[in-house]
Nanobody
Framework: QVQLVESGGGLVQPGGSLRLSCVAS????????MRWYRQALGKERELVAV???????NYADSVKGRFTISRDNAKNTVYLQMNSLKPEDTAAYYC???????????????WGQGTQVTVSS
């Protein structure tokens, strides 16, 4: 199996910054796409940022210019640097990866357990 563990969430004032990390472990042959999602209370889960194996990135309009996704393939880790945080960024943040356990496998999606980000004064 592939396990994802997020960290870095917490309480921050508006305008502040946080850096989320998500480490993938287990039987991993390769990881292609890595994503961050978020889900606010009472709302649907939404895609925040994506980074491909070739390091192409894409962002939700609501976070463009404030959030940066990056990855360290040697550590099987994806990061989300969040700057200029706003109260509306408050949500549980989840990482999602498409990973192959073996070279002959098609990629499968795996989810972390989530880390809470609260932006409040």
């Amino acid at each position: 199996q592939v396990q994802l563990v997020e960290s870095g969430g917490g309480l921050v004032q508006p305008g502040g910054s946080l850096r989320l990390s998500c480490v993938a472990s287990g039987s991993i042959f390769s990881i292609s796409v890595m994503r961050w999602y978020r889900q606010a209370l009472g709302k649907e889960r939404e895609l925040v940022a994506v980074i491909t194996g070739g390091r192409t990135t894409n962002y939700a309009d609501s976070v463009k210019g404030r959030f940066t996704i990056s990855r360290d393939n040697a550590k099987n880790t994806v990061y989300l640097q969040m700057n200029s945080l706003k109260p509306e960024d408050t949500a549980a943040y989840y990482c999602n990866v498409a990973a192959r356990r073996y070279s002959t496998d098609p990629p499968s999606n795996y989810w972390g357990q989530g880390t809470q980000v609260t932006v409040s004064s």
